[in-house]
């Protein structure tokens, strides 16, 4: 005796990816206003502008 529901399999849901990180701007730029970076060997600097904005120079 085999039925239609004894073969089914069960799909599971994807799972959710996970959420980026999340830092404040003050936190990374502090009291200078800007924040030196090394990614893969080269130094980027991010820094806020006059109007507020990043901006990030390598």
């Known amino acids: 005796m ?7 399999t069960r799909v599971r ?3 959710e990816p996970p959420s980026p990180a999340s830092v ?6 502090g009291s200078e206003g800007q924040l ?3 990614h893969r060997g080269r130094l ?3 820094r806020e502008t006059r109007n507020g904005k990043l ?3 390598g």
């Open 36 to 38: 030196l970076i090394e």
């Open 44 to 46: 980027y600097q991010l």
């Open 24 to 29: 404040d701007s003050r936190r990374l730029l």
């Open 55 to 57: 901006i990030l120079t």
């Open 2 to 8: 085999t039925s239609e529901a004894t073969h089914r």
């Open 13 to 15: 849901p994807a799972p």
